[in-house]
């Protein structure tokens, strides 16, 4: 293994266009490295700059990846792109919950290092978005048709993620497809109706897998839940929307 400095300067001077020979005295690379580097540029600045946790070994950060996760579960999609091999990856950020898409940008910018995020505004929301050949390695949910018409399972590493950083993936799955409003409801008071106002988290998805997903996630934290229809669930009761509140929040 070379230090990582002296691939960085490597890799730069061969964009540069020195020769190989002159990089090789000036880095003590050898020769023959550099110029399997110079044929694949992208894979050796790959290894000088890892940015995938399945292929280059890199430590993958639990706490954003468990909140992208529960975005792209709830609201993303990863879709190939017109270059081969390349896959772009977009959570649609709903206007409605301000601050949601810098989050966003900066979970992904920490979950993919070194690629730029791009935003795609649309109707009511914003595509937060980045391009990596390695999306489909951090997102085995990856694969054709919709979401709820398909099996969605974690895989272990990522269920020992969301294990540990549950708060995040809740706040993930909340912000992507959930809601945070005021919930109206009518009681008798001394022979009068009175109507009472409350915070209520609900959320829906159209995969059953997904809804286990979340409902597991709120079970590990003691928080409870009701199944309102087929698709969504909701979190009413007054300590159990406080302890969202803590980690999710209203709509900021
Ligand atoms: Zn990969």
């Not at 003590?28 to 070994?57: M, N």
């Not at 609201?75 to 950020?93: A, F």
């Not at 590493?157 to 708060?167: K, S, V």
Request: aromatic share 10%; net charge positive.
């Amino acid at each position: 293994m070379h230090p990582p400095e002296a691939r960085k300067l490597a890799l730069r001077l061969l964009a540069s266009g020195l020769t190989v020979r002159e990089i090789h005295r000036q880095t003590g690379i050898p020769r023959q490295t550099l110029y399997y580097w110079k044929k694949d540029p992208e894979k050796a600045a790959a290894r000088v700059v890892p940015t995938c946790p399945h292929c280059h070994s890199r430590t993958l950060d639990g706490r954003p990846y468990s909140y992208v996760l529960g975005l792209y579960l709830g609201d993303g999609h990863i879709v190939r792109s017109r270059k081969p091999e390349v896959y772009r990856l977009e959570i649609t950020c709903a206007d409605s919950w301000p601050g949601l898409i810098e989050e966003a940008a900066r979970a992904l910018s920490e979950v993919m290092p070194g690629q730029a995020i791009g935003r795609r505004k649309s109707t009511g929301c914003t595509n937060v978005g980045a391009y990596s050949k390695h999306w489909p390695c951090l997102f085995p949910q990856h694969g054709p048709g919709l979401k709820h018409t398909r099996k969605i399972e974690l895989v272990p590493w990522q269920q020992e993620i969301t294990d540990e950083f549950t708060g995040d993936f809740l706040r993930g799955l909340i912000h992507s497809d959930g809601y945070r409003g005021m919930n109206r409801v009518k009681r008798p008071v001394n022979g009068e109706d009175r109507w009472y106002e409350y915070p209520r988290y609900s959320f829906s998805n159209r995969s059953m897998d997904i809804q286990r997903m979340f409902t597991d996630a709120l079970d590990r934290l003691g928080i409870a839940w009701r199944q309102m229809n087929r698709w969504n669930v909701s979190v009413a009761r007054r300590e159990a929307v406080a302890r969202l509140d803590e980690f999710v929040g209203p709509k900021y």
